[in-house]
């Protein structure tokens, strides 16, 4: 019994079992569920072994929207347990597992999908591009993701979750402070589904670069498409250090070297410092696609051409740069000299300005314009205040002197998502009610949708303003429980009131879908909305090949063009058109990459050298491969227009 | 016959060898610490520049521009990690 002990929770509780059955019934009844409707040649074909972006990009929205509601429920569990003092729903250890899943879920395994699914879906379609550069590797990024991200969700029923904090730092997280397996899970998972990722950087920025209709030149782009290479360019120098850190911090924790630890030479400082050199760029890598999608929305609804395209991206070219110049002022209180902090100090204060930039210009897009008060645009425009706030208490925990005060309180929590919910997840928002149409055809209802996105901001309101004054009152984050004489109690009740509200938000969201499916209509054209960029160009739904001619284009408002200005977007003959085939290859590679972390993190090395064969075995049959795509003939083409547009 | 044989190749080879011995005798040779760093930095530019212009042929086609754009650009940003974790976790703890 030995052997399976490891596999053993140590710290279990009634949840936990009872999240096990969960999980268990759900797959026998997908399983299931599979079998009997005969589902599995059509899963395996259509989507398995896709290589198709628009696919692709919907199983990156599903996966997101499933890991939404899984941090979901750690956070309102969190804020169930903080509603009173010393409340004992949670133990330490528990709260401990929890925040850490929470953040770690959150930002690598539902914004980070979820920004992967509007590029995969949006970017070749808003270029006028067939597919990426290189659609297999993009099959591939995302499966390694999704084993990344299912590998990471066992941990809580098989050997334990990480507990040291989505920061993960050492020495807290070595082995003499944090022996269960759960930290293993954190850098092993981590890291295959931070390889997809950058390959996903490469891929994207050379789709962007190579792969523009004939006419569009960098500066006619699109400016979601501007802020998808920005954040690929920021990645692909961004990811290799989160990659390097994750293997020291493995090979500190299972093979026994001294990177991070106190003693023989170690200095456990630089995990921290590393990570933030990953870490910051890493929030810039998640807002500024959707500061693009925000730039989209506010055009399309404002009825009138974005303000300033130059210096969006100009200002969004310095963000990349910057946010690589910033890191330590996430340390403030390490203990280095004044002159540091300053430094530091100060190149965080720039980078509010490029992001002011963007700020002014969106409020100059409005202005004059003819708005239209659709869901999307309503996310937007609580973005706007909403965001600004948690930037101005940025540049306030940017002042190192008096980060002193604000560190580690909940003041820095409400700061971040204050960022972030605003920032990162009501672009999402705005970005699903706006492609959904595209997507399957129909619209989400805008009813629901305003109700949902007024609850989500009252909710968010009520959840976080609270944690400010809590923070500047002492209270400290990542504690599991509070005394009452502290005096936190009225501020932390309110905020799980504002939790609950936005739960009931997003509880909404997945109604609407449901509600929508069902009742709204499918007779809508390829460009329900008015917009402007070449995706509402082409039918819906796309076709596989997006255009049966490839657009040509003049400025970065191609079908606006096309639309009042007489422009011709689609010149010529059908030819004939080279499509990629798929393959099963990603999915079966990243299976095995399953099993080898698995195997890793419980440190059962025979597995491990098999699956590592076996993940090279996977790359020699592609390289030896002989695959030139095939050709979808002109007669099929013509019968796939002439269908779609009789619908 | 220009085209035939490489010479700036065969050149780029000599020099990197030549780079690569005067590194390795810092371990031979009983130098200072500071004089031994120096050497390995300066040796070791000079011989990562060489190896992306030379051999891997930086800035013969068209794409030159975005080329060097990208190597300075990371060059900045390495610089800058470096110096930074350096001043932060060293030079002013
Ligand atoms: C005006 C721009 C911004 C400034 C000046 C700023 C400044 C800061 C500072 C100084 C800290 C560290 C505070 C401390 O630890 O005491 C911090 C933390 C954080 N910020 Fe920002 N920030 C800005 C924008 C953003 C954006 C746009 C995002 C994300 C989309 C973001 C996400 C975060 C996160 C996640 C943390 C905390 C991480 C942790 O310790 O767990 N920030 N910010
Ligand atoms: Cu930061």
Same mark, same amino acid.
């Given at each position: 019994?030995?052997?399976?002990?490891?596999?053993?929770?140590?710290?279990?509780?009634?949840?936990?079992?009872?999240?096990?059955?969960?999980?268990?019934?759900?797959?026998?009844?997908?399983?299931? %569920?599979?079998?009997?409707?005969?589902?599995?040649?059509?899963?395996?074909?259509?989507?398995?072994?896709?290589?198709?972006?628009?696919?692709?990009?919907?199983?990156?929205?599903?996966?997101?929207?499933?890991?939404?509601?899984?941090?979901?429920?750690?956070?309102?569990?969190?804020?169930? =347990?903080?509603?009173?003092?010393?409340?004992?729903?949670?133990?330490? =250890?528990?709260?401990?597992?929890?925040?850490?899943?929470?953040?770690?879920?959150?930002?690598?395994? +539902?914004?980070?999908?979820?920004?992967?699914?509007?590029?995969?879906?949006?970017?070749?379609?808003?270029?006028?591009?067939?597919?990426?550069?290189?659609?297999?590797?993009?099959?591939?990024?995302?499966?390694?993701?999704? +084993?990344?991200?299912?590998?990471?969700?066992?941990?809580?029923?098989?050997?334990?979750?990480?507990?040291?904090?989505?920061?993960?730092?050492?020495?807290?997280?070595?082995?003499?402070?944090?022996?269960?397996?759960?930290?293993?899970?954190? +850098?092993?998972?981590?890291?295959?589904?931070?390889?997809?990722?950058?390959?996903?950087?490469?891929?994207?920025?050379?789709?962007?670069?190579?792969?523009?209709?004939?006419?569009?030149?960098?500066?006619? +782009?699109?400016?979601?498409?501007?802020?998808?290479?920005?954040?690929?360019?920021?990645?692909?120098?961004?990811?290799?250090?989160?990659?390097?850190?994750?293997?020291?911090?493995?090979?500190?924790?299972?093979?026994?070297?001294?990177?991070?630890?106190?003693?023989?030479?170690?200095?456990?400082?630089?995990?921290?410092?590393?990570?933030?050199?990953?870490?910051?760029?890493?929030?810039?890598?998640?807002?500024?696609?959707?500061?693009?999608?925000?730039?989209?929305?506010?055009?399309?609804?404002?009825?009138?051409?974005?303000?300033?395209?130059?210096?969006?991206?100009?200002?969004?070219?310095?963000?990349?740069?910057?946010?690589?110049?910033?890191?330590?002022?996430?340390?403030?209180?390490?203990? =280095?000299?004044?002159?540091?902090?300053?430094?530091?100090?100060?190149?965080?204060?720039?980078?509010?300005?490029?992001?002011?930039?963007?700020?002014?210009?969106?409020?100059?897009?409005?202005?004059?314009?003819?708005?239209?008060?659709?869901?999307?645009?309503?996310?937007?425009?609580?973005?706007?205040?909403?965001?600004?706030?948690?930037?101005?208490?940025?540049?306030?925990?940017?002042?190192?002197?008096?980060?002193?005060?604000?560190?580690?309180?909940?003041?820095?929590?409400?700061?971040?998502?204050?960022?972030?919910?605003?920032?990162?997840?009501?672009?999402?928002?705005?970005?699903?009610?706006?492609?959904?149409?595209?997507?399957?055809?129909?619209?989400?209802?805008?009813?629901?949708?305003?109700?949902?996105?007024?609850?989500?901001?009252?909710?968010?309101?009520?959840?976080?303003?609270?944690?400010?004054?809590?923070?500047?009152?002492? =209270?400290?984050?990542?504690?599991?429980?509070?005394?009452?004489?502290?005096?936190?109690?009225?501020?932390?009740?309110?905020?799980?009131?504002?939790?609950?509200?936005?739960?009931?938000?997003?509880?909404?969201?997945?109604?609407?879908?449901?509600?929508?499916?069902?009742?709204?209509?499918?007779?809508?054209?390829?460009?329900?909305?008015?917009?402007?960029?070449?995706?509402?160009?082409?039918?819906?739904?796309?076709?596989?090949?997006?255009?049966?001619?490839?657009?040509?284009?003049?400025?970065?408002?191609?079908?606006?063009?096309?639309?009042?200005?007489?422009?011709?977007?689609?010149?010529?003959?059908?030819?004939?058109?080279?499509?990629?085939?798929?393959?099963?290859?990603?999915?079966?590679?990243?299976?095995?990459?399953?099993?080898?972390?698995?195997?890793?993190?419980?440190?059962?090395?025979?597995?491990?050298?098999?699956?590592?064969?076996?993940?090279?075995?996977?790359?020699?049959?592609?390289?030896?491969?002989?695959?030139?795509?095939?050709?979808?003939?002109?007669?099929?083409?013509?019968?796939?227009?002439?269908?779609?547009? %009789?619908? | 016959?220009?085209?035939?044989?490489?010479? @700036?190749?065969?050149?780029?080879?000599?020099?990197?060898?030549?780079?690569?011995?005067?590194? /390795?005798?810092?371990?031979?040779?009983?130098?200072?610490?500071?004089?031994?760093?120096?050497?390995?930095?300066?040796?070791?530019?000079?011989?990562?520049? /060489?190896?992306?212009?030379?051999?891997?042929?930086?800035?013969?086609? @068209?794409? @030159?521009?975005?080329?060097?754009?990208?190597?300075?650009?990371?060059?900045?940003?390495?610089?800058?990690?470096?110096?930074?974790?350096?001043?932060?976790?060293?030079?002013?703890?």
């Amino acid at each position: 019994m030995d052997f399976f002990d490891r596999f053993a929770v140590p710290h279990p509780s009634l949840a936990i079992y009872a999240s096990m059955a969960a999980i268990g019934l759900t797959v026998i009844a997908v399983f299931a %569920g599979l079998t009997y409707f005969k589902k599995w040649g059509y899963l395996w074909r259509e989507w398995l072994t896709t290589v198709d972006h628009k696919r692709i990009g919907i199983m990156y929205l599903l996966s997101a929207l499933l890991m939404l509601f899984r941090g979901g429920v750690d956070a309102i569990m969190m804020r169930a =347990q903080l509603a009173v003092p010393e409340n004992t729903l949670l133990d330490a =250890q528990h709260y401990n597992e929890i925040f850490t899943t929470h953040g770690i879920v959150m930002i690598l395994f +539902m914004a980070m999908p979820f920004i992967m699914f509007f590029m995969n879906f949006v970017v070749p379609l808003q270029i006028g591009a067939r597919d990426v550069a290189f659609p297999r590797l993009n099959a591939l990024s995302f499966w390694l993701f999704f +084993m990344g991200a299912m590998l990471f969700n066992i941990s809580f029923v098989v050997g334990g979750s990480p507990d040291a904090g989505w920061t993960s730092y050492f020495p807290l997280a070595g082995t003499e402070f944090s022996k269960s397996v759960g930290s293993n899970y954190y +850098m092993i998972a981590i890291q295959i589904a931070g390889i997809g990722t950058l390959m996903t950087g490469i891929n994207f920025i050379t789709t962007i670069l190579k792969m523009r209709a004939p006419g569009m030149t960098l500066m006619k +782009m699109p400016m979601f498409t501007w802020s998808a290479l920005i954040a690929n360019v920021i990645i692909v120098f961004a990811f290799p250090v989160l990659a390097v850190l994750l293997a020291m911090g493995t090979l500190d924790r299972q093979i026994g070297t001294h990177f991070f630890t106190m003693d023989n030479g170690g200095m456990d400082m630089l995990w921290a410092n590393i990570f933030w050199v990953w870490g910051h760029p890493e929030v810039y890598i998640l807002i500024l696609p959707a500061f693009g999608i925000y730039s989209e929305v506010i055009s399309t609804f404002a009825r009138r051409n974005l303000y300033g395209y130059k210096s969006m991206v100009g200002s969004m070219v310095l963000i990349s740069l910057l946010s690589f110049f910033v890191w330590l002022h996430h340390f403030f209180t390490m203990g =280095q000299g004044a002159l540091t902090n300053s430094i530091f100090s100060i190149t965080t204060m720039a980078i509010a300005v490029p992001t002011g930039v963007k700020i002014f210009n969106w409020l100059l897009t409005l202005r004059k314009g003819k708005i239209v008060f659709t869901t999307p645009m309503l996310y937007s425009m609580l973005f706007i205040p909403l965001f600004t706030l948690g930037g101005v208490t940025g540049v306030m925990l940017g002042m190192s002197a008096a980060d002193y005060q604000y560190h580690n309180t909940m003041f820095l929590v409400a700061h971040f998502h204050n960022v972030i919910i605003p920032g990162v997840v009501y672009a999402m928002l705005a970005g699903l009610h706006y492609y959904w149409p595209k997507m399957f055809g129909f619209m989400l209802n805008e009813k629901i949708g305003k109700w949902t996105a007024w609850l989500l901001s009252i909710g968010f309101v009520l959840a976080f303003m609270p944690m400010y004054i809590s923070g500047l009152d002492g =209270q400290a984050r990542r504690m599991y429980t509070y005394s009452e004489a502290a005096g936190f109690g009225a501020m932390n009740m309110i905020s799980f009131v504002g939790a609950a509200i936005m739960a009931i938000g997003f509880v909404l969201i997945v109604y609407n879908i449901y509600y929508s499916t069902r009742y709204e209509t499918r007779d809508i054209s390829n460009d329900p909305w008015d917009a402007r960029t070449l995706e509402w160009s082409t039918h819906t739904p796309v076709p596989e090949y997006n255009f049966a001619i490839l657009p040509e284009v003049r400025s970065n408002e191609a079908l606006w063009d096309a639309k009042k200005n007489g422009h011709v977007l689609f010149k010529g003959e059908y030819e004939k058109i080279h499509m990629p085939n798929n393959s099963g290859i990603p999915f079966i590679m990243s299976c095995i990459f399953f099993v080898w972390g698995f195997s890793f993190i419980f440190s059962l090395w025979i597995p491990v050298i098999l699956t590592t064969i076996g993940i090279f075995i996977c790359m020699a049959l592609r390289s030896f491969e002989q695959d030139h795509g095939r050709y979808i003939s002109v007669k099929e083409i013509e019968e796939t227009e002439t269908n779609l547009r %009789g619908a | 016959m220009s085209q035939l044989f490489p010479m @700036k190749q065969v050149l780029g080879f000599v020099f990197s060898i030549l780079l690569t011995t005067v590194a /390795l005798a810092v371990y031979f040779l009983d130098m200072s610490f500071a004089a031994g760093m120096t050497i390995l930095l300066v040796t070791a530019f000079i011989q990562a520049g /060489l190896q992306l212009v030379v051999f891997m042929h930086a800035g013969e086609t @068209k794409d @030159k521009g975005a080329i060097y754009t990208n190597v300075f650009y990371g060059l900045i940003i390495a610089l800058v990690t470096v110096f930074g974790t350096l001043l932060a976790m060293i030079w002013d703890m």
